[in-house]
């Protein structure tokens, strides 16, 4: 009835589905359900698996199998046959034997072929399928070199490394059933290959034993392979006794079918030895029949996963094929793949300047910094820190941070003036007018005077006005740089390093128009001339703020004060302090002296010009004078430079930089900068080869699912 239902054909025809699944997918990362021989060398291995197919293997006195022999045991009614090629070719490359006693040689050259002569070992299977009648189940078996420690004479010196390899890729995925050919007299428990299994199946429950060269067998034997007592192993799947083919009678040429008969009679002339050990414990026969029970049960157990994870592997991959850009392959194709990006790149720009910001902008505007929220970065915080702007990456806020570079260079630029009316300001003034003496009349300072000293103001001024311009530069390269990699394929290495370096330029190039043209506008600056009616309106309300003060304070009752001698008095001779410290000196003054401009600069007044109310009175004119005008330069100069830096680094240069990469590729030279690259091309190719493989793969396996 077993073997009836091993030998249906359902369950055939599942099996071979299953070798040719194993077939198409072995350079992929999926494995089929599959019965994997492994031992050390001269163990036995190859007698076990001739027992098991009844035909001759290559024998050799080191290591005979050097590549995975997948070997496919067939029934047939019909005549007899074998087929073999390497893994490499295909099946109409495959080589018909009709000669089963051809098939040891046939093997030996296609490994020699393989992996060359010698010694060394190969990863490419062979496929021996072996078609004979009186077969009493299709078995599929994978034998895997033996484990050798100490290479041969001509052999790789890690090859202990390379079969241990070999062996643990065949071993590792829960899909595989492991044989196992150990001696009967050897401890199971320090084989090698068992050891290996262990680490991926440590409960060992893929793992079966044959037990090999029985005839050998010590002391115990029967408890060993129950997995009872020294040197046995509890098995799930248990341990098979089978009897080797000796010398002598590989010599004689004993047949399989002798040697089965062979084999009964040796379990029952040692029958104290084996007397409680089951048959299916004991025998050839109920090694291949456990073989193929154990198979059809894995099959039939792991091939729906198998499918799933093949119907997961094909959307994965054909997404990842979807994400390799299209190959460029003409001129045109080209261009339009480059217009498409320019467009792209061109768009984004806009609207990050209108303030059309997309959603990833606009979570980073709620979370900068990491805990950082929009709501806690005050207008104060980018005041008092000038690198805080710059300092968020990621944060393309083109209109947002322009912006606020010229409000932080306002707020900088409004606190770049003097003091005018403090007292170390009106020692300058007056210093200014003693050194003009003899120049203008006593009641009319020179105008070279307020010239000399508005000049001064000038000179702070290029630096505020040129880091306002390196700030904008140096963000505005960050933020294309940034928008240029979101919006171009990074596949374009050369075209993308080409296009860099145009934006660089450019942005550069407008830095340098802007600086061009702030610094004529400071140069302009250096004629005080002015048709703001504002400079004449601040005048006229800070004098008219003196005259009411000074009113007021005439009808304030009088003041004892000690007034001293201007004659004296000597500006080098008292420290330089505070305007107010001078005035504890004063005493005996009406209170409209008290703040008058003869009082201020009796306090103050150099040693070398004694100073008169008309000279107090000029420098007050002055310091209102200067005062009024600056704010007027201020406002003047903080609308121009922004201006001029929001046209030069935005209107010429952001908003129309699109223009400047067309121009720096024609379409004659696209092609050479899109070529694909020659690994993204073996990348697509191995992605379509291996998204048919699985599809072929699924294909076989839902007929039989």
């Not at 792991?302 to 299209?326: A, S």
């Amino acid at each position: 009835m077993l073997a009836n239902e091993l030998n249906a054909k359902e369950s055939s025809g599942l099996l071979s589905v299953v070798d040719r699944m194993r077939e198409i997918l072995h350079n992929e990362n999926i494995t089929l359900p599959e019965i994997v021989v492994v031992g050390d060398q001269s163990v036995g291995k190859s007698s076990v698996l001739e027992a098991i197919s009844g035909i001759q293997l290559p024998r050799a006195q080191n290591i005979c199998t050097r590549c995975p022999l997948e070997l496919r045991i067939k029934s047939t009614t019909d005549i007899e046959y074998a087929t073999i090629r390497s893994g490499e070719s295909s099946e109409d490359e495959a080589k018909t034997l009709y000669d089963m006693s051809e098939i040891s040689s046939a093997v030996t050259l296609l490994t020699e072929e393989i992996a060359g002569e010698g010694a060394n070992v190969s990863s490419t299977p062979i496929y021996l399928t072996v078609y004979k009648r009186n077969i009493p189940y299709d078995l599929t078996l994978i034998d895997l070199p033996g484990i050798t420690r100490n290479p041969l004479p001509g052999q790789a010196k890690d090859i202990h490394a390379q079969i241990l390899n070999l062996i643990n890729k065949y071993i590792e995925p829960a899909t595989a059933v492991v044989l196992h050919v150990i001696p009967a007299s050897v401890d199971f428990t320090t084989s090698e290959s068992m050891k290996l299994a262990k680490e991926f199946d440590p409960q060992c429950l893929r793992q079966l034993i044959a037990a090999s060269k029985i005839d050998k067998y010590d002391k115990g034997i029967a408890e060993k392979l129950l997995g009872k007592g020294s040197g046995a192993m509890q098995l799930k799947l248990g341990c098979v006794a089978v009897l080797n083919r000796n010398q002598d009678e590989i010599d004689q040429d004993i047949s399989f079918e002798e040697m089965k008969k062979r084999e009964a009679k040796f379990f029952i002339k040692h029958h104290e030895a084996f007397q409680y050990l089951p048959d299916e414990f004991k025998g050839t026969d109920q090694l291949i029949k456990k073989l193929a029970i154990i198979q059809q049960d894995r099959i039939r157990s792991t091939l729906p996963q198998v499918i799933e994870q093949l119907r997961k592997q094909i959307r994965e991959k054909k997404l990842e094929l979807k994400n390799i850009p299209i190959s460029m392959t003409s001129e045109q194709d080209c261009w339009m793949k480059f217009q498409s990006m320019i467009k792209a790149f061109r768009e984004s720009i806009r609207a990050k300047v209108n303030g059309d910001y997309d959603v990833l902008t606009r979570i980073n505007m709620i979370s900068v910094g990491g805990q950082t929220t929009f709501k806690s970065m005050t207008l104060s915080s980018f005041q008092n820190d000038e690198t805080s702007i710059v300092s968020m990456s990621g944060d393309d806020r083109l209109a947002y941070h322009i912006y606020k570079f010229q409000k932080q260079f306002q707020d900088e630029f409004s606190r770049i003036f003097s003091d005018f009316f403090s007292a170390d300001y009106y020692k300058l003034v007056l210093q200014a007018i003693d050194d003009a003496a003899g120049i203008s009349l006593p009641n009319f300072p020179s105008y070279q005077i307020i010239e000399r000293l508005f000049h001064g103001e000038l000179q702070r001024l290029p630096n505020i006005c040129f880091t306002l311009i390196g700030r904008i530069q140096d963000y505005l390269k960050e933020s294309l740089l940034r928008i240029f990699q979101q919006t171009f394929d990074i596949q374009y290495a050369r075209l993308l390093e080409r296009l860099k370096d145009v934006i660089i330029r450019q942005i550069d190039m407008a830095e340098d128009r802007a600086s061009e043209r702030v610094q004529e506008i400071l140069q302009v600056e250096y004629r005080i001339f002015t048709m703001n009616n504002a400079y004449m309106e601040k005048v006229k309300e800070k004098n008219n703020k003196n005259e009411k003060k000074h009113q007021d304070e005439a009808t304030s009752p009088p003041i004892a004060m000690t007034v001293a001698d201007p004659s004296n008095m000597q500006v080098d001779s008292i420290p330089t302090t505070a305007f107010d410290n001078n005035l504890q000196s004063i005493s005996t003054l009406k209170p409209e002296d008290s703040t008058s401009p003869l009082l201020m600069a009796s306090t103050i007044m150099p040693n070398s010009y004694t100073l008169t109310s008309n000279e107090a009175l000029a420098a007050v004119d002055i310091q209102i004078a200067l005062d009024s005008y600056c704010l007027v330069v201020k406002k003047r100069i903080i609308d121009s430079i922004s201006q001029i830096c929001y046209h030069h680094f935005i209107t010429k240069c952001a908003l129309v930089i699109d223009q400047d990469l067309t121009m720096a590729c024609p379409s004659s030279d696209l092609l050479r900068f899109m070529k694909e690259p020659a690994d993204q091309t073996s990348r697509r190719e191995n992605l379509i080869f291996t998204i048919k493989a699985f599809e072929d793969a699924l294909r076989l396996g839902q007929d039989y699912l």
